[in-house]
């Protein structure tokens, strides 16, 4: 199993700031991945990070919006720029370590985030 | 593209009486399934999960879930709820050659007394 620590926990921005929120592996890890869950609703996928090169971003989603690093295999940052309140979520870290039999997702706390 | 559906919005449930949450999905070969819980506040925790082989999966905290291949069905289920079982179910797919989750609605489960 991987644990990983997202931080921070919580936090409440102003609009028109950035956020950056770090995801922190205990081991080295194939997949990271960051996740959007609005307020009610279930998960959705914002982007892969890639060690070392350019995040792959899902539809609807943009890097000047939503710039990711990934220097090593065991670490993430997610930035959420230019806040509205439209980006009060949580934001979720997870990591997929696949072999030839198996595969799982972990997930992180999450991050709460309110922009006032 | 896959697609998963959890057709039940909110559940409510007694304590004690079972449990069951519904979960169909769409892919072209049969995907690699998995149920999480998210507590209030709380990140996502694995239940359970299907790759292959016994369609009978049993997960952490009594739940299990069947998966029916000629149904595209992956339903969860517990005998006999807790009040602490109270939380958002997420039901989950990925494709074999895939990495990345696409995840249902979610089903929001009350436990009344």
């Known amino acids: 199993s991987a644990v990983i620590s997202q931080k921070p926990s919580r936090d409440i921005c102003q609009r028109g700031t950035s956020l950056t929120i770090q995801c922190q592996v205990d081991s080295q890890v194939t997949m990271m991945f960051w996740y959007r869950q609005q307020p009610g609703q279930s998960l959705t996928l914002i982007a892969t990070?890639?060690?070392?090169?350019?995040?792959?971003?899902e539809s609807g989603f943009v890097i000047d919006k939503f710039p990711i690093s990934r220097p090593n295999l065991t670490f993430s940052t997610l930035t959420v720029s230019n806040l509205s309140p439209e980006d009060s979520s949580i934001y979720l870290c997870?990591?997929?370590?696949?072999?030839?039999?198996?595969?799982?997702?972990?997930f992180g706390q999450g991050t709460r985030l309110t922009v006032v | 593209a896959q697609s998963v559906t959890q057709p039940d919005i909110h559940i409510t449930v007694s304590e004690g009486a079972s449990l069951e949450l519904r979960c169909n999905y769409s892919y072209g070969a049969t995907p690699y399934l998995f149920w999480y819980v998210q507590s209030p506040g709380q990140g996502l925790q694995l239940l359970l999960k299907?790759?292959?082989?016994?369609?009978l999966v049993q997960g952490i905290k009594g739940f299990e879930a069947e998966f029916k291949r000629s149904q595209s069905s992956f339903n969860l289920r517990k005998p006999s709820v807790h009040w602490s079982d109270a939380a958002e179910y997420f039901c989950a797919v990925v494709g074999p050659a895939d990495y990345k989750l696409s995840f249902g609605a979610g089903t929001t489960v009350t436990v009344r007394a």
């Open positions: 299907y790759f292959s082989g016994d369609t």
């Open positions: 997870s990591v997929n370590n696949r072999d030839s039999l198996n595969t799982e997702a972990f």
């Open positions: 990070a890639n060690q070392g090169s350019e995040a792959t971003y």
